[in-house]
């Protein structure tokens, strides 16, 4: 409810009213809240209770730039340990499977759920291999932070989904560094790898930049839905 936009940002969630409108007691809306609040999603004081929170641009690429440090060490640690099978057969599959899709013409909105699928597909691999509980869970909370739509929209967005907003020019570049960064990991350069990771999360967060305030953010996740 709370990502699809049922609550406007600012606002103040109270266990009462959720519990009666959720049909459960005050016990698991208690245990949710907290929960949120922990990863960020909601605000909390003491004798004020829960707010839900509006991201600013500013603390939204704040997030890409903690994220773009987290996922460079991730490909130094795999490619200092070695890339694993496991590992190399994950990211040659998200990698080829990219490439069909961008061999079967003109990227359209109709093929954005696939390829953001085989994306984060790429990234996990990634992530996986490094075995690194800490970074795991801190490069999980950059990800999870909900982005509000700009210009008034209703609807929080979360990071996977600004794929959504790449065109054509944008998907290739992205696929261009996935294969640099396999290319880089395979050969054990983890400076190398980790320096393309870094342009590759920069130029992310750019287009988020780009299209902040145009109402197109809205348009593309609805789209996505249906």
Known sequence: ?????????????????????????????????????????????????????????????????????????ACRIVAKAGLDVQARARMMDA??????????????????RRWRELNASFHNAIIDAAANKSLTQAIRN????????AGGGARWFTHEELVLLFDDKAVRRSHGDHCKIFSALRTGDGEK????????IDHAAGVLR??????GLMRATQAEKK
């Open 1 to 73: 409810m709370l990502l699809e936009g049922a609550f406007p940002p600012d606002s103040r969630l109270t266990e009462t009213v959720l519990a009666e409108q959720l049909g459960v007691s005050r016990t698991p809306v208690r245990d949710a809240l907290s929960t949120l609040a922990l990863e960020g999603l909601l605000g909390y004081e003491p004798n004020r209770g829960y707010e839900v929170l509006s991201c600013t641009l500013d603390d939204v690429l704040g997030a890409y730039e903690v994220r773009k440090t987290l996922e460079a060490l």
């Open 193 to 200: 790898a980790s320096e393309i990771m870094m342009a590759h």
């Open 95 to 112: 990698n080829e499977q990219i490439e069909r899709l961008l061999e079967s013409g003109t990227w359209r909105a109709d093929r954005a």
């Open 142 to 149: 950059t990800q999870r932070l909900p982005i509000m739509v």
């Open 210 to 215: 780009a299209n902040w305030d145009k109402p």
